[in-house]
């Protein structure tokens, strides 16, 4: 089993920046990919970034591309999403998700609690 804790979240202004954190515990060391993923409310919920925690390869949206930044530090077992330049359509419900296969597609075996992030205009 793999748990799941994000923090960082909270209001902030249309432009701003914010830092989301996922720490990651129990078996870790199984642990290929970790993602973000955001749900606004009456959309689906949408891929955001990801990471191989190996090697360090990171994806995103495009809709984030050039604004937001994963990174991860395998020691602490601590995957980041920095989110810059914040536009209110960035608003939603950040979930931060672990993937145990690197089998494509991939496939997020493990989903953190949420934690909401509000851009105000």
């Known amino acids: 089993q793999v748990q799941l804790v994000e923090s960082g979240g909270g209001l902030v202004q249309a432009g701003g920046s914010l830092r989301l954190s996922c720490a990651a515990s129990?078996?870790?060391?199984?642990?290929?990919?970790m993602g973000w993923f955001r749900q606004a409310p009456g959309k689906e919920r949408e891929f955001v970034a990801r990471?191989?925690?190996?090697?360090?390869?990171?994806n995103y949206a495009d809709s984030v591309k050039g604004r937001f930044t994963i990174s991860r530090d395998n020691a602490e077992n601590t995957v980041y999403l920095q989110m810059n330049s914040l536009k209110p359509e960035d608003t939603a419900v950040y979930y931060c998700?672990?993937?145990?296969?690197?089998?494509?597609?991939?496939?997020?075996?493990?989903w953190g609690q949420g934690t909401q992030v509000t851009v105000s205009s």
């Open positions: 998700a672990a993937g145990l296969s690197s089998n494509w597609p991939y496939v997020y075996d493990y």
């Open positions: 990471i191989i925690k190996s090697g360090g390869r990171t």
């Open positions: 129990g078996r870790t060391f199984s642990i290929y990919a």
